[in-house]
Each structure stands twice: as C-alpha cells, then as structure tokens.
C-alpha cells in the first residue's frame, strides 16, 4: 500500500509560491504542485482564472468567518472536498504540470 504514496513523482510533492492579489493586498501562496493543479481544475470548471478563483474564495471566507488562521490549509482542504464532492480524480504524474509563476 505506501508504494502507491511513496512511489509518486516528487514533483506532485514540490512546493511552488505563486503571487497574487487577494483584496487588493498583493501576497504569496506556497502549495504543493498537487494542489496547484487542482485549484486549477476548480478554476476552470468557475470559468476564472485560479488568482481570481481564490480572491473570490477568500472575499467569501471574509464575509462568513473572518481572516482565516491559515489560508493555505484552507486551500488545501477546499482541493479534497472538491475532489470528493465531484468525483474527480487528483492529478496524475504524467499529467501533473509544474506550477511556474
């Protein structure tokens, strides 16, 4: 069984910061490429770009619960819900992009 998590591509696992302006503040979000991939599958399926996709996430978080304690976690967690809300399926290695911005 850990073969199937140990023997993945370490680029799924790679950490990559992407810049972005969230409520006109311009910050930094440090994923793992695995995530980077799958808010950019919710993003697309929003028909938005993911830097718009996650103003608009953490505009809402705002508005219901105040500055979240850790945002990236949020991220992360929002990736499994849709991955299990949706059906879909996490990102492949052969398909996995590295997340370059």
């Given at each position: 069984?850990?073969?199937?998590?140990?023997?993945?591509?370490?680029?799924?696992?790679?950490?990559?910061?992407?810049?972005?302006?969230?409520?006109?503040?311009?910050?930094?979000?440090?994923?793992?490429?695995?995530?980077?991939?799958?808010?950019?599958?919710?993003?697309?399926?929003?028909?938005?770009?993911?830097?718009?996709?996650?103003?608009?996430?953490?505009?809402?978080?705002?508005?219901?619960?105040?500055?979240?304690?850790?945002?990236?976690?949020?991220?992360?967690?929002?990736?499994?819900?849709?991955?299990?809300?949706?059906?879909?399926?996490?990102?492949?290695d052969e398909?996995?992009?590295?997340?370059?911005?």
């Open positions: 069984m850990c073969e199937v998590f140990a023997g993945q591509d370490p680029i799924r696992y790679t950490s990559t910061t992407r810049r972005l302006r969230l409520n006109g503040q311009s910050t930094s979000i440090r994923l793992e490429n695995a995530f980077w991939d799958i808010l950019d599958q919710i993003a697309r399926a929003d028909q938005v770009s993911t830097p718009v996709f996650i103003s608009k996430l953490h505009s809402e978080v705002l508005e219901t619960r105040g500055e979240p304690v850790n945002f990236t976690s949020l991220l992360r967690t929002a990736c499994l819900v849709f991955v299990a809300q949706s059906g879909a399926t996490m990102p492949h398909t996995m992009s590295v997340a370059a911005e």
